[in-house]
């Protein structure tokens, strides 16, 4: 037996090992199925939307410059994949904070194949006295953002950054001066300072299914926190960025990167079943 021919046995013999690779960065990648792997499970989360903030200083204004919504997550079982060939995975981008009258940037959507196969899509940015939905999700199971809801223009404040969607429930809402905290894993919306400023949004982990995030900014299954403090930053995970009625306070966050992570192995699936790195 030639060298080429003992090579390729040796191939077929390979035997499928656990396993796991994580993209946190946004961008376009190309990952290469290991020997011997032919399914894996993926979880996806979208980036968040950043917040908006009036650009004229005054300690009195009281104005609707919202924050940015969460990213959707969604997870997917046995996906079949094929040794050695490349698959598209896609990391979406945190939106960046805006000014009045301009709108906050929404967050890229999160895949992994394609849109069709597992997805966390972006949230959307904050603008002025706007309701806005939460970044949504495909796959076998998931949650959406959180979703911001307006008081109304004038005297009502900035409702805050919201949290990313979590693995069994969607992330904390906002509405107006409230906070809520986030469901089935995701993070919490961020703190709200009277009428004046809000905070940034939770983010969700990758690593499976943990505690939800708490009101004011907690992030869920071990995401990070929102930063509580004016127009602050969405956390990571797919968090939403907050915002500010004006620049006397500080400006508007952006909202936080999604992030991609596969994993593959007898037994592993997510939301929680052997999902931590091994």
Known sequence: ??????????????????????????????????????????????????????????????????????????????????????????????GLKSTYSGTGGSGGDSYFIS???????????????????????????????????????????PYSGTGAGGYSGNGGDSSGVLSFAGNGGGGGSGIVSDTHWSGGGGGTGIYGEGVSGTVNGGGGSGGGDGVASPGGQGGLYGGGGGASSSIYYGTGGDGAAGAVRIIWGAGRAFPSTLTTDI
């Open 115 to 157: 849109l069709l196969t597992v997805k966390g899509g972006g949230g959307l940015g904050g603008s002025y006295s706007a309701s806005k939905s939460g970044g949504t999700y495909i796959g076998d199971g998931g949650g959406n953002g959180g979703a911001g809801t307006t008081s109304g223009g004038s005297g009502n404040g």
């Open 1 to 94: 037996m030639n060298i080429a021919a003992i090579n390729k046995l040796r191939a077929l013999l390979v035997l499928p090992t656990g396993g796991q690779i994580s993209y946190i960065t946004p961008g376009t990648y190309s990952w290469v199925c290991p020997p011997g792997i032919t399914q894996v499970s993926v979880v996806a989360i979208g980036g968040g939307g950043g917040g908006i903030t009036y650009g004229a200083s005054s300690a009195t204004y009281t104005y609707a410059m919202n924050g940015g919504t969460g990213g959707g997550l969604g997870w997917k079982n046995n996906i079949t994949v094929i040794p050695g060939n490349s698959y598209t995975v896609v990391v979406g981008v945190g």
